[in-house]
């Protein structure tokens, strides 16, 4: 099947597009309504086999899920809602065709759950790994952006659902996991697992920040928890304190670096790949994030630290104070 | 240098952004202020090293001024004026940075001549090949849209500038060329190099058919003249007719082809990556098409047919009627 067969093979798979949608995929470009007064918010990720995914690990679905959740994720970090995405897919050699739809599988599960329409893309082979590039384009009304420049001391830092978990995942993988194997029997080992294949994008919650003006700044996780303090302070111009006790460290994550004589709190403060949002609260708003936290569906608010004049980076454990330690490197 | 060197110092090499772009690189996603009113317009071309370039004939600086060239294109063939970019890098092992750096400064050429802002991106490593991908988001009126579909029996074709030449130029290089080594003695076959390493969007040419309402359907030359009447008559339900001895072939390509043996007229409607526009004119819109020759600062436009009733496809030479050659296939 050539370029033009596979992208009319990909036309056919997805869902009716909403009337916003004036031109979709077979021209030379896509042509949407723009919510009216809104911002746009762009942003682009891409998943590369062997930097960011093992086809050993994690089976095409998971890749095509995961490549619109990291940017469905970026997304929410902004206080926007998704509204369209651009999928460029480079394919190997000889990737069979149902590899393709079972990657389109985990995508559209992704993009009918985040309400956003696949628009178009771009389909070209490779003589190198398997990637998956997606761009997603979102929409926040004027002064509802949330930057990670926006923080004050005295600011609150949250972190949503807990950390460590993607990082102990992909660890039970390299040890013992390949595709078709049993997934551990510890239900929150198999989570971990769970979370490192398929992150849940902060879509809600990122979307409900903005919208009533909760957070200050706000990040996602991609690169670990301790990065996000990290940029948010620096961005904001100031420092921040964390208190290793606060962490919401995922059990299983506990679990698996405790095991392995592994400080879980730096593991799980360095580790990347969890998907949550860290954001930065005034005090005044305090009010309304209980608001947020009935809206946003269970997702678990946990206070990590705060914003400090003081330009430190430190973690708070047992009374005594420690630098930050260094995010998760990609690259 | 790690990922976020590299995108500071990316950052740090473009010019001031416009007061439109909100939030620039380095943060979560882009956010931009929307022009009022118009549509958005959204595309994504890869280009990979092995596939659409060869590093042995273009330089880091001719991959980048592609990279963005055709994505403007393909805005351009939609009636749409460009505006924002993301750049996608995805970087094999021991790229040297002054390539990236060179890569920049083609990108950033056709950026300035063409109104685009980078306004965000990803940057990557990858085991595999060297791939710049980009997303060029641009914006249009309602009802100034030129899709594919839109042409009409009777509609004449018009195609800008020469075809042909890209090829050529790629054929040259094929036999002759690698990098530092001379260019063509014949100035025609030096622009057919040209050309295939640089070709030039017709970013104003697409903006002016497209808001003085002139063309009827529109499409790029990407994958080829040939493929382009295809097109954009099996998406009108429609046929064309292409007089052979109207086409615009480029003169270096004419006779590249003839010293071969090769049917210069199926060569030229054959080869890809000419990046010229191929449009459907109504009748009715004759005397804008004039209007729209003068604005278009010396772009040649030339009357190759018409979309017939007929759906056929039919090359007309020597009073007989031939077959259209298949387009140019990348894949």
Redo the contacts between chains.
Sequence with gaps: M???G?IEHIRRRLPPPPPSL??GI?????????ERG?????????L?E???FDRRFSTPADIGYKALAVNV???A??G?EPR?A???L?LPPALPLADIDRLLDGLLDVAARTGVTL???????????L?V?M?V??S?R?RR?L???GGRPGDSLYVSGTIGAAAAGLGWLTEHGTLGSELPEDPEMADCVARHRRPEPRARLGALLGRTRTASA???LSDGLADAVRQIAE?SGVGARVAAEALPIHRGAAGWFGQRGVDAVLASLSGGDDYELLFALPNRARGRLRLVERQARGVQLTRIGELTKDKGLVVERDGAGEPLPPGF???
Aim: with cysteine.
């Design positions: 050539g370029e033009r596979l004036v031109v077979g021209d030379d470009a896509a042509v949407a309504v723009a809104a911002l746009q918010v762009l942003t682009t990720d891409a590369v062997g930097v960011h994720s970026d997304i970090a902004m926007a369209l651009l999928l460029s480079i628009a178009g893309g771009n389909v070209t082979r490779s003589p190198g790994p990637v590039d761009t384009v979102g926040v004027p952006i930057p990670r420049r706000c990040m996602d961005s490197v990609h690259f």
